[in-house]
């Protein structure tokens, strides 16, 4: 996924040169991976021009020389086993905003912040998260007897269990973690609306500054 961005996103300025990719992955199950897909091909800045997708573990041989002549060759994409398998994914009962906002809590984001994300009020997030603590089952903290602490705390559970049953994977969260932080640097809350930790902002940078 790191490598098609990249391509696209170097080939953006050509606007003569087509990009042609086909994902062939063992991770055809992964919701996460999916999802990734899924914002790629729909990003106009790095959509590329034909895609196709094949399920490394069980496509025949013919299926895949198929769709590598579809999409190289005829320039069509080949999307029929992605769609198929977005409609097996374990986030089929999730709605768009129930699985954004999955992902901005397991990134770290407060409902605050994820209202400012997605331009909703706080108490429309409450709601969306409300409704992921019914669909995933997750106990929240209302039923324990007044006064007497949980075992467990519901928005960490929510996280443990999306993990735990694929709905969100680390490559998923590192590339919505780098991504956070680019829309933060570039259009940022009001200081006086939204507190962003600067060690955060600056993490990325720091460790590009290490490796280099």
Known sequence: MVIARTIREARRTEKTLSTRIVFRTVHAGDAGYLRQIEKL?????????????LDKG???????QNAIEQVFLYELCFSDIFNQRLKESPSRDLTDLEFTA?????????NDGIGW??????????RIVGGLYQKMKI??????????PALLESRTRLCCEAMTRGLINANLLREEDAGLRR???TSGPAASRLYVNRDWLDLESEVRGRET
């Open 58 to 64: 069980s496509v025949p041989k013919r299926v895949a």
């Open 117 to 126: 994300i997605i331009g909703a009020s706080r108490q429309s997030v409450e």
């Open 183 to 185: 829309t933060v640097r």
């Open 139 to 148: 106990v929240s903290r209302g039923r324990a007897p007044q006064g007497v």
């Open 102 to 110: 999955l992902i901005y809590i397991a990134v770290g984001a407060t």
């Open 41 to 53: 091909i729909t990003d106009d800045r790095h959509r590329p021009t034909v895609w196709g997708f």
